[in-house]
């Protein structure tokens, strides 16, 4: 009798627990719903929240589904969208847990990231970036190795110019390994990072080498955009500019790589096909048609006729607190385009880790010669 009463007790303990653990399980996600709903309502300077959250114990992961974050107004209390997902899933990254890395993963299911025109100086992109990690670090206990954004969206709207501007970047998707150099420790550049997006029926790709865990800035990273419809960026062109596009293509090349605390790299834009007045604006008034038709001249002047293209190449170095860009070299860039070569579109290859920090001989242009600044007049009398 006693052994049966003492396996009844046993049995009862066990159940007891169980049930205890079913109930935990049952409750954990609209626990953590409720901090994470409170934490978004509390935040300075944003209002955000969750619609729910799944949890999958087994697979050490829980989801977030359909969230949004408001950049939030305190003295108007409006609220202007800026960051909104599908799906996040945050995760235990296994293939560095193998390897004995205790780090997660991050995955964005149709994400948007927006920007509006009175929030994308610099410093304001800078701290939104910032508080936006913040706000990831606050959900993901683990330090991030790997990250991936499918089907993505990066929009910059202006609801106050005329016409209203609302372009982006769609269909984005983006790969981020070994973040926190969790495997491949003995590559000086151990994280890998690939983009690509569409940009009005042309296509925007990324690729890019970096060591995150260094404490200056150390990277290799190459860009390219191709064959974008300028005639769809033409509420843009309107709001900043005053002229629209009739046609034409445009193409963007830029190699960066820094090391050390210095930097050196190069951006290369190149318009192709361009034409600005057209039988399409003989609705405009006469002053917007005398407007484009000074444009489209000027677009003339300085393209290569040959190859009807329209490009330069804008070189830059020097540490991360000071870039070093001459204007006339970017100048004298166009008129040797113009007039004696022109720009191949593709990436020249020419910039790496081991380049930057190695000021190159560079043959100066005439522009460059008459109107060279101080620092090189100091330098040629020294060597004289």
Do not use: C
């Amino acid at each position: 009798m006693k052994t049966t009463s003492r396996k009844k007790k046993t049995w009862r303990i066990v159940l007891a627990v169980l049930a205890l653990f079913v109930v935990i399980r049952l409750a954990l996600p609209y626990v953590i719903l409720y901090y994470a709903n409170k934490t978004l309502a509390t935040m300075d300077g944003y209002r955000g929240h969750i619609k729910d959250i799944d949890l999958a114990l087994l697979r050490g992961a829980y989801k977030i589904d359909s969230v949004y974050l408001n950049k939030y107004d305190s003295a108007s209390q409006q609220q202007t969208a800026f960051f909104g997902a599908k799906m996040i899933d945050l995760s235990v990254e296994w293939k560095a847990l193998f390897k004995g890395g205790i780090v997660g993963e991050l995955v964005f299911d149709s994400p948007t990231l927006r920007f509006t025109k009175d929030k994308v100086e610099p410093n304001q992109v800078q701290k939104d970036s910032s508080d936006f990690r913040t706000l990831l670090n606050n959900f993901m206990p683990l330090d991030v190795n790997r990250v991936e954004i499918n089907n993505g969206r990066i929009a910059y709207i202006d609801e106050h110019s005329s016409p209203k501007v609302d372009i982006a970047l769609t269909n984005a998707h983006l790969l981020a390994l070994n973040l926190r150099n969790s495997y491949d420790s003995t590559s000086v550049l151990p994280a890998t990072v690939t983009a690509q997006a569409d940009v009005y029926e042309g296509t925007l790709t990324i690729n890019a080498r970096l060591n995150p865990m260094s404490p200056r800035p150390t990277f290799d990273v190459n860009a390219e955009v191709k064959n974008t419809n300028l005639v769809k960026l033409n509420d843009f062109f309107k709001a900043y500019a005053s002229v629209d596009i009739n046609r034409g293509s445009f193409g963007l090349y830029s190699e960066a790589a820094a090391k050390n605390g210095r930097f050196d790299g190069y951006v290369k834009p190149l318009i192709t096909n361009l034409k600005v007045l057209g039988p399409e604006d003989r609705h405009d008034t006469l002053l917007q048609k005398i407007w484009e038709g000074i444009a489209g001249g000027v677009a003339q002047i300085f393209k290569n006729q040959r190859k009807d293209q329209l490009a330069t190449k804008i070189p830059f170095e020097g540490d991360i607190k000071e870039p070093e860009t001459n204007v006339w070299f970017v100048i004298g860039n166009i008129l040797q385009n113009a007039f004696i070569r022109a720009i191949q579109p593709s990436l020249d290859h020419e910039v790496s880790l081991g380049t930057v920090g190695t000021r190159k001989e560079e043959k100066k242009t005439f522009l460059e010669k008459v109107f060279g600044s101080k620092d090189d007049k100091k330098d040629k009398k020294k060597k004289d």
